[in-house]
């Protein structure tokens, strides 16, 4: 996750030895096992997990763009499950980055760290370079507003394939206004789009995360595989697609770089 707070530390799970949680300002961002990089901690990161191992046969290596980084979960959970993948990871905080160098097992070959802002690292993106694209970007409890817009999406879709996927954690409270908004954001760029979540956050009883799948291209996703995936969770999970997010959709406008800049409101997402 990029983070963007004072003094990042990385503390050892007492429930588990193994377990180290990335703190920034107190608060959980990352989790990772450093016996295990397939044990996943949080769900949502699970749910992105679940995508990527559907997005291709088991073990292909998949050219990945991780737009926040935090203590790389995903990037060691692919790297394990698909060795050889080629993974850049941008994170915007050096302080984290350093942190995590110097906290957890090294790196594969295969994975590059990159310091930088994510709709910078998006415009510097070889064009139709990447099979997947997963964006977990926050600066404290917030989404930056210019990586939420339908010119921040119309980025990631030039970077991926014909057959690539983006993934995109949202953090939401009920009525999940952000996440609606964010949905028609991808519907206006993607052919294809379905989120993923806890069912008591789609039915509006809890604040936390929840996971949108775009695709370029109409039936790419695998929505049916995600659906059961997501019921057998630990934290059972639903999904929407098709009708069912259009009637969640319903109302909501697409985010735009001219619409944030014409207003002195703080970014959308949850305070």
Same mark, same amino acid.
Not at 18 to 27: D, E, M, S
Not at 105 to 112: E, M, N
Not at 238 to 241: R, S
């Given at each position: 996750m990029?983070v963007?707070?004072?003094?990042?530390?990385?503390?050892v799970?007492?429930?588990?030895p193994?377990?180290?949680?990335?703190?920034?300002?107190?608060?959980e961002?990352s989790?990772?096992?450093v016996a295990d990089?397939?044990h996943?901690?949080?769900?949502?990161?699970?749910?992105?997990?679940?995508?990527?191992?559907?997005a291709?046969?088991p073990?292909?290596p998949? !050219? @990945?763009?991780?737009? +926040?980084?935090?203590a790389l979960?995903?990037p060691?959970?692919? *790297? $394990?499950?698909? &060795? =050889?993948s080629?993974q850049?990871?941008?994170?915007r905080?050096?302080?984290?980055?350093?942190?995590?160098?110097?906290?957890l097992?090294?790196?594969?070959?295969?994975?590059?760290v990159?310091?930088?802002?994510?709709?910078d690292?998006?415009? !510097? @993106?070889?064009?139709? +370079?990447?099979?997947?694209v997963?964006?977990?970007?926050y600066? *404290? $409890?917030?989404? &930056? =507003?210019?990586v939420?817009?339908v010119?921040?999406?119309?980025?990631?879709?030039?970077?991926l394939?014909?057959?690539?996927?983006?993934l995109?954690?949202v953090?939401?409270?009920p009525p999940?206004?952000?996440?609606r908004?964010?949905?028609?954001?991808?519907?206006a760029v993607?052919?294809?789009?379905?989120l993923?979540?806890d069912?008591r956050?789609?039915?509006g009883?809890?604040?936390?995360?929840?996971?949108l799948?775009?695709a370029p291209?109409?039936?790419?996703?695998?929505v049916?595989?995600l659906?059961?995936?997501?019921?057998r969770?630990p934290?059972p999970g639903?999904?929407?697609?098709a009708a069912?997010?259009?009637?969640?959709?319903a109302g909501a406008r697409?985010?735009t770089d001219a619409?944030?800049a014409?207003?002195?409101?703080?970014p959308?997402?949850p305070?």
């Open positions: 990029d963007d707070a004072h003094r990042p530390e990385m503390v799970d007492p429930a588990r193994t377990g180290r949680t990335l703190l920034a300002a107190g608060v961002q989790y990772v096992d990089p397939r996943l901690h949080f769900e949502y990161v699970r749910r992105m997990a679940a995508v990527a191992d559907l291709a046969p073990g292909r998949l !050219d @990945a763009l991780h737009l +926040g980084g935090g979960t995903l060691r959970y692919l *790297a $394990a499950t698909r &060795p =050889g080629a850049l990871v941008v994170e905080d050096a302080a984290v980055v350093d942190l995590v160098a110097r906290e097992p090294a790196l594969p070959d295969d994975v590059r990159r310091v930088a802002d994510a709709r690292a998006l415009t !510097d @993106a070889p064009r139709g +370079g990447y099979d997947l997963l964006a977990d970007i600066r *404290a $409890a917030r989404m &930056p =507003g210019h939420t817009t010119e921040f999406a119309a980025g990631v879709a030039r970077a394939r014909p057959d690539g996927l983006y995109v954690n953090t939401d409270l999940l206004v952000f996440t908004v964010q949905a028609a954001t991808l519907r993607f052919a294809d789009v379905c993923v979540a069912r956050m789609l039915r009883r809890r604040y936390g995360n929840l996971v799948v775009a291209r109409a039936g790419r996703l695998p049916a595989r659906a059961a995936r997501a019921a969770d934290v639903g999904v929407l697609h069912a997010l259009d009637a969640f959709v697409p985010a619409a944030l014409a207003t002195d409101e703080p959308p997402g305070a």
